[in-house]
């Protein structure tokens, strides 16, 4: 992956973790403007994402997404809204770490 698709990668990825932290916004306190805000968002991510998609094909970008979201928006969860994740939902994370290693690693390269 080059480093341009990977920035591209690394702006959806924040994107779509403002557009999570001001959804739980809307999960706590509601709001139509709140939830409108947040879907402008996901909006904006998946537009990024598709640069991605041009780049590495759909399963690749779809995949490194993914995981890459699911750290990002845990990290979130503990460090912003106090959330603790159990011993196994941690060693999930883990496994996600292995599985972009081994998703983004150059294929034939091993």
Not at 9 to 32: E, H, M
């Amino acid at each position: 992956m080059s480093p341009v698709v990977f920035a591209w990668l690394a702006a959806s990825t924040a994107v779509f973790v403002a557009a999570n932290a001001v959804l739980k916004t809307y999960a706590q306190s509601g709001g139509v403007w709140v939830l409108t805000g947040a879907l402008a968002l996901f909006c904006v991510g998946n537009t990024l994402m598709v640069q991605v998609m041009r780049s590495n094909g759909l399963g690749l970008a779809i995949s490194l997404s993914a995981v890459f979201q699911l750290l990002a928006i845990s990290l979130m969860a503990v460090f912003v809204f106090g959330e603790r994740p159990s011993p196994v939902q941690m060693a999930g994370m883990a496994l996600g770490v292995v599985a972009v290693a081994l998703i983004a690693w150059p294929g034939g390269k091993a």
